[in-house]
């Protein structure tokens, strides 16, 4: 058994065996490292992080730079000084074929599910669509000065992608967050080299994992537009929601072997391989918003909450990285609270675990809206 999955299997049985309830994020293999590398400018936009230019921030400021895709135009970058953990933002397989008379509805949704629109007008087959994004990362407040271990970039209106560091290879003085910057830069190359109009994702996180060869390990996740509509493919519980009028369409399911034990890529073949990745593709239509995030987000919010955040973004005309910020802040407040359910308690109540409240972990969100070109908003 490779080191990263020996530490995860680890962690699930503190947090059993463990007296009273422990706080996750204390544990081996939940979740400190630099951050993710900038590609080509125009193309991808990523986001880095090192610290503040002249010290103006004060001891143990570190600046982030938020992607931002066509936002109102491509290449802008909004940062966020962390100071103190006070942040001020500055805005500006075969695939699986989903039917949306199935889609995925949390129990105790106050929404009600709607029909997907499948009109040729409004479906991504005329190749009309694009993503506006724009993304969020606030590392685990004890990881600021180094970065935390989530990465992820946004690609020419066309993909985004996400990748969580395992954090127990700290104990091997290891950080996983390189492992998780590296394989999303080789994500993006990979996909530069694909048909643009039909990226196989397969491909791309097969090289992607090929040709990262730094120690370490993550979860991956990747979402591209197609002449099909959003191609997909996640290994682990990093995952992506789409929300069409004010309702969850589809969710992407977690894979794991046990509790708090993700699926997980690691270099070389000692762990979970790609060929273990879940592919989909989900029928896409202008207006059509899609929430991608690491389980930071998706371990403290429930799909009604991320989906009455877009709501009230969507309606108010906020841009997808402020959008991204709403959410991402939400997510951060919900992992401090211990006196709240969240998804991660309810899961660890459900196996057999004592704890309740928020999980504190890296998160990142993206936040695409799909839109027809010519537009800079998601359409009623």
């Not at 700290?170 to 950080?175: L, R």
């Amino acid at each position: 058994m490779s080191p990263a999955l020996a530490l995860r299997r680890a962690a699930a049985w503190l947090l059993r065996a463990g007296a009273g309830a422990p706080r996750a994020g204390a544990l081996p293999g939940l979740g400190g490292a630099r951050a993710p590398v900038l590609g080509e400018a125009g193309r991808f936009l990523g986001i880095w992080g090192g610290p503040a230019a002249g010290g103006g921030g004060g001891a143990g400021s570190w600046w982030f730079r938020c992607a931002v895709s066509s936002v109102p135009r491509p290449g802008l970058l909004v940062e966020q000084l962390l100071v103190g953990g006070v942040r001020s933002f500055a805005t500006g397989a075969a695939p699986e074929h989903v039917s949306f008379s199935a889609a995925v509805r949390e129990e105790g949704d106050s929404q009600s599910e709607k029909p997907a629109v499948t009109s040729d007008k409004n479906m991504l087959g005329d190749r009309s669509l694009k993503l506006l994004s724009g993304s969020c990362y606030l590392p685990h407040p004890d990881k600021e000065d180094t970065g935390g271990e989530d990465a992820h970039f946004i690609w020419d209106e066309q993909a985004i992608g996400l990748a969580d560091g395992v954090g127990g290879w700290a104990s091997y003085g290891i950080d996983a967050g390189q492992y998780a910057r590296d394989i999303m830069s080789h994500a993006v190359t990979a996909i530069e080299q694909e048909p643009k109009d039909s990226i196989d994702l397969s491909r791309v996180l097969e090289k992607a994992h090929r040709n990262t060869t730094v120690k370490g390990s993550s979860t991956a996740c990747i979402v591209a537009l197609t002449d099909q509509g959003i191609q997909a493919i996640s290994l682990g519980d990093s995952g992506f929601i789409l929300i069409r009028d004010g309702c969850t369409l589809f969710r992407s399911p977690i894979q794991q072997h046990d509790f708090n034990f993700t699926y997980q890529l690691e270099s070389g073949n000692s762990s979970d391989l790609p060929s273990a990745a879940q592919v989909f593709m989900v029928p896409a239509a202008s207006g059509d918003v899609l929430v991608a995030g690491t389980d930071g987000l998706f371990d403290n919010l429930y799909n009604n909450e991320i989906t009455a955040v877009v709501v009230h973004a969507t309606r108010a005309g906020l841009e997808p990285q402020v959008t991204a910020q709403k959410i991402a802040a939400l997510a951060r407040q919900r992992a401090q609270d211990k006196g709240r359910q969240t998804p991660f308690s309810s899961a660890a109540q459900e196996a057999g675990y004592r704890y309740y409240g928020g999980k504190l972990d890296d998160i990142t969100v993206v936040v695409s809206y799909i839109t027809a070109f010519g537009t800079s908003q998601p359409t009623d």
